[in-house]
């Protein structure tokens, strides 16, 4: 039996379909890789309410939430995503307060840290989430406003999900 060669555009063809597929096996993992964000999370010295919530990730895509309260009031709220992008990479979507999203592609990612970036962005240019500890999260806002670097920082604790539906005991 004689091995007849593989027609050019046929390997052509062969080989970008399996390079896309490790592609989107590698930017699902790295999705996979921030499990840790999953989960409820309250603001570390805010008012009752002020909290972020992230939907563990299904379907190349992490949804969060987050609202803001001072003096028994919502002043902000927000939705987010971590998706893996058409390109196959990862990036944050943020939509403070109604406005339209706006895109951040990763920079880098580990085992216990997120950042994304978009220096086209009027504030921030970058966005930030680090697992301290199991129950410890710093989230951080940052960027030049004006001219000058501002930084935000987030600090938020893990909660039980579960604990904040019950509401209060009766």
Same mark, same amino acid.
């Given at each position: 039996?004689?091995?007849? #060669?593989? /027609? *050019? ?14 592609? =989107?096996?590698? +930017? ?16 570390? $010295? $805010?008012?009752?309410?002020? %909290? %972020? +919530?992230?939907? /563990?990730?299904? $379907? %190349?895509?992490?949804?969060?939430? $987050? ?8 002043? =902000?709220?927000?939705?987010? +995503? &971590?998706?893996?992008? &058409? ?8 939509? /403070?307060?109604?406005?339209? #999203? ?13 950042? *994304? ?6 504030? #921030? ?15 951080? &806002? ?12 987030? /600090? ?11 509401? #209060?005991?009766?």
């Amino acid at each position: 039996m004689t091995d007849l #060669p593989i /027609p *050019f555009p046929r390997l052509v063809t062969l080989a970008l379909f399996l390079l896309s597929g490790a592609s =989107a096996q590698a +930017q699902s993992a790295d999705l996979a890789r921030l499990s840790w964000l999953g989960g409820c999370w309250k603001s570390a $010295g $805010g008012e009752a309410g002020s %909290e %972020e +919530q992230w939907m /563990p990730a299904a $379907g %190349e895509t992490m949804l969060g939430m $987050g609202r803001t309260v001072k003096q028994g009031k919502a002043v =902000a709220h927000e939705f987010m +995503q &971590i998706r893996v992008g &058409i390109d196959g990479a990862l990036a944050f979507l943020a939509q /403070p307060s109604g406005r339209p #999203p706006e895109t951040f592609p990763v920079l880098r990612i580990s085992d216990a840290e997120v950042v *994304f970036e978009n220096l086209q962005h009027d504030f #921030p240019q970058r966005v930030a989430y680090k697992l301290e500890g199991a129950t410890r999260l710093a989230a951080r &806002i940052e960027g030049m406003r004006n001219g000058t670097l501002r930084v935000i920082d987030f /600090p938020m604790d893990r909660v039980s999900c579960d604990a904040r539906l019950a509401g #209060p005991a009766k």
